[in-house]
């Protein structure tokens, strides 16, 4: 049996179990409430009573998520997934309530914990400046993600009886608009662009919805610009791989689990390496149409590329890349969006990021297709719809709004309904007509109307 025992103005259920060696323990929790305590009583007196009672067992938030990873991370999460979540843990929860018992994770620690995240400023990672100052409702989302996840596993383990984290209240994470190029503004640029690399990159990404990694891990095999394609307006690319710099611990723990292709190291001792890796998701493999502009354009850029080939000979690195640095070498993410920034400042187009051309293609694409969410998601690779009706719903509504115009001019042209009134207007509105000349005709009703309105008056009070 347990109980409850008040201590100043906390909570504590108090009882006894058998722990792995069969000697008898007892536990205390505190809460806050008597009703949180009263509650946890109940569950602990039913487990025990029915035999799904867990034994707490002295195990850290730290070296469970060892185990964590270890064991579910491996074998579930690709390789950009387990990267950033490793950088979680190692950043915002290990820090924080890595030292705690397991056991000792309730919601109202969760929920305090999510309090303290609010107050923790961002980590430097490779020496980029943190978007924010603070951690933002966004990566207490993605740490709220992965501890439900792990927590899970703590109960299929039965390390503990239940998961708190579903319980938590984690902050809501408001998507904002972004601040994009238009369709003029993306053209001006272009017209401008003098690097070849950040044309071909600007064009990608804007008429195919590419992110700058996937353009960057673009390989000629995957290009398919031939006459018989253009003729059947079936010029395309096929999105099967992204580059992208990745520690070499992580390829190590997963076992070069997605890896395509390892660049070497320009310099000894370095803990990290370009690579060609499978996409995050599987709707991220997927097949883009290019508008022949854009595939007439990739062909020009072909063949200069062949004679900068042919000019270097065996000291050109041909990785078959799209768009690569002069020697053939990968061209990193930070290549293209130094020029990208020298662009926009040139000429004083408003301050956005390379991936905000992205943004831009999805926007513009929704206005020509009249909102086909299903389509555009096509070209983006999102793996869930979600995200383009929630980013991007400044746009749906719009056509909305236009549809609500389509409505007018289609259905009611012609007819002007403001003049016509309702048949129950009409007829209440006549027969206060006749009363009125009624009353008007014989004073007596109207005095005696007069009479029973006192009356009633007088009754009420």
């Known amino acids: 049996m347990a109980t409850i025992i008040k201590r100043k103005k906390k909570y504590s259920v108090v009882y006894y179990y058998e722990d792995e060696k069969g000697e008898k323990r007892q536990k205390w929790e505190t809460y806050n409430t008597h009703a949180e305590a009263k509650k946890r009583k109940i569950e602990v007196e039913s487990e025990q009573s029915n035999g799904t009672f867990i034994p707490p067992k002295d195990v850290t938030v730290r070296d469970f998520l060892y185990d964590f990873i270890k064991i579910y991370g491996t074998t579930h999460w690709a390789l950009s997934t387990y990267e950033s979540n490793c950088s979680l843990i190692a950043n915002y929860i290990n820090p924080i309530i ?3 018992l397991i056991q000792n994770i309730t919601p109202k620690v969760v929920d ?56 938590a209240n984690r902050p809501k994470a408001v998507y904002k608009k972004r601040d994009i190029w238009d369709a003029e503004m993306i053209r001006t640029a272009l017209n401008a662009c003098k690097e070849p690399k950040l044309y071909i990159a600007m064009n990608l990404a804007f008429a195919c919805s590419l992110r700058l990694g996937e353009i960057i891990g673009l390989q000629w095999d995957n290009v398919h610009i031939s006459d018989a394609d253009i003729a059947a307006d079936d010029a395309h690319v096929m999105i099967v791989q992204e580059l992208s710099r990745v520690s070499k611990d992580a390829r190590q723990f997963l076992d070069e689990k997605d890896i395509i292709q ?42 200069e590329q062949d004679e900068v080939k042919d000019f270097f000979g065996d000291e050109y690195y041909d990785y078959n890349l799209v768009v690569a640095l002069t020697n053939g070498r990968p061209c990193e993410t930070r290549v293209i969006e130094k020029e990208f920034n020298k662009l926009k400042e040139k000429l004083n187009l408003p301050n956005v990021v390379f991936h905000s051309l992205r943004h831009s293609s999805t926007t513009y694409k929704l206005k020509l297709n009249k ?28 056509d909305r709004k236009i549809n609500a115009q389509k409505f007018e001019d289609a259905f009611y042209a012609g007819l002007d309904l403001r003049n016509v009134k309702p048949p129950e207007y009409e007829k209440a509105n006549s027969e206060l007509t006749n009363v009125m000349q009624a009353l008007q005709n014989s004073p007596e009703l109207t005095a005696m109307l007069s009479s029973l309105i006192s009356q009633a008056a007088t009754n009420s009070k």
């Not at 961002?122 to 927590?151: D, L, Q, W």
């Not at 555009?376 to 746009?395: L, N, S």
Request: proline share 5%.
């Open 371 to 398: 909102g086909d969410i299903k389509a555009t998601q096509g070209d983006t690779g999102h793996a869930q719809i979600d995200m383009i009706t929630d980013v991007y719903a400044h746009i749906l509504d719009e």
């Open 98 to 100: 890595g030292d705690v």
């Open 262 to 303: 390892v660049f070497p190291s320009m310099m000894n001792g370095t803990s990290t390496n370009l690579v060609l890796k499978k996409p995050k998701t599987e709707s991220s493999i997927r097949k883009v149409w290019l508008p022949k502009t854009v595939a007439y354009i990739l062909r020009k850029w072909k063949e």
């Open 112 to 167: 305090e914990y999510y309090q303290t995240l609010r107050k923790t400023k961002s980590v430097v990672k490779r020496n980029r400046k943190p978007k924010s100052e603070y951690v933002t409702p966004g990566v207490i989302n993605s740490v709220h993600k992965v501890m439900r996840c792990a927590f899970d596993q703590a109960v299929k383990w039965e390390l503990i009886s239940r998961n708190p984290f579903p319980l």
